[in-house]
């Protein structure tokens, strides 16, 4: 168990909609990172927040955006869904802003239909 | 931007052989990382390399950063079952840059 926490385990939605997904990184922790990987493929970095503040941006797309609260959990808000996005979603959470080892959560397994 | 080039994506051995995965980049690393993901998992942290010609070991594995610390390699002696997965680097400056992973496959 890594202490990351990611829920829902699996989301299935339809094509137009939106969903949240959300990340309670490890006690301690201040970075919190979302990352998407598509089948059998590698990690694509999306965005980084460190302290309630965004610390790095990856490729995400316009149609998704985050955030850190207060309480350093984050959320991962995806918008008019379409087939493509279709991946799996993984929060890792350091200690740190830039080189501390992450955490990784179980992930969020989204399917668009 | 920065990338992080890994090779090879996919290596197949009999079990037994060994593996080893690369990864190189064209500027300056501050560390590197190595994670491992098995099927169906999340990446988990193997390793962290800092030094320039730095060489770490666990049990089977070996981890190598280059002397001008812009490389890095992974080497698997005596692959088991237990290896399977895909081995991902993660390079760090100002924020983690990963490699696309390589992928242990066991044959049968």
């Known amino acids: 168990d890594s202490g990351v926490t990611q829920t829902p385990k699996h989301l299935i939605t339809a094509t137009g909609q939106r969903v949240t997904l959300r990340c309670s990184p490890r006690?301690?922790?201040?970075?919190v990172y979302w990352y998407q990987q598509s089948l059998d493929q590698g990690l694509q970095f999306l965005i980084q927040?460190?302290?309630?503040?965004?610390?790095a941006k990856g490729n995400i797309l316009e149609r998704f955006s985050a955030q850190q609260f207060p309480d350093l959990h984050s959320e991962l808000n995806l918008s008019s869904l379409e087939l493509g996005d279709s991946a799996l979603y993984f929060c890792a959470s350091s200690v740190g802003g830039d080189r501390g080892k992450a955490f990784f959560g179980q992930g969020t397994r989204l399917t668009v239909v | 931007g920065q990338q992080v080039m890994q090779i090879p994506q996919y290596q197949h051995v009999q079990e037994g052989e060994d593996f080893t995965t690369y990864c190189n980049s064209s500027t300056t690393l501050s560390n590197i990382q190595w994670y491992k993901q098995r099927p169906g998992g999340h990446p988990v942290f193997l390793i962290q390399l800092v030094k320039s010609g730095e060489v770490k070991k666990q049990k089977r594995l070996t981890f190598q950063f280059g002397e001008a610390k812009k490389n890095s390699s992974l080497h698997i002696t005596a692959t088991q079952t237990t290896d399977v997965g895909t081995y991902f680097c993660?390079?760090?400056?100002?924020?983690?840059?990963w490699g696309a992973g390589t992928k242990l496959i066991i044959k049968p």
């Open positions: 993660a390079a760090s400056n100002y924020q983690l840059i």
């Open positions: 927040y460190y302290n309630g503040e965004e610390r």
């Open positions: 006690s301690g922790d201040l970075s």
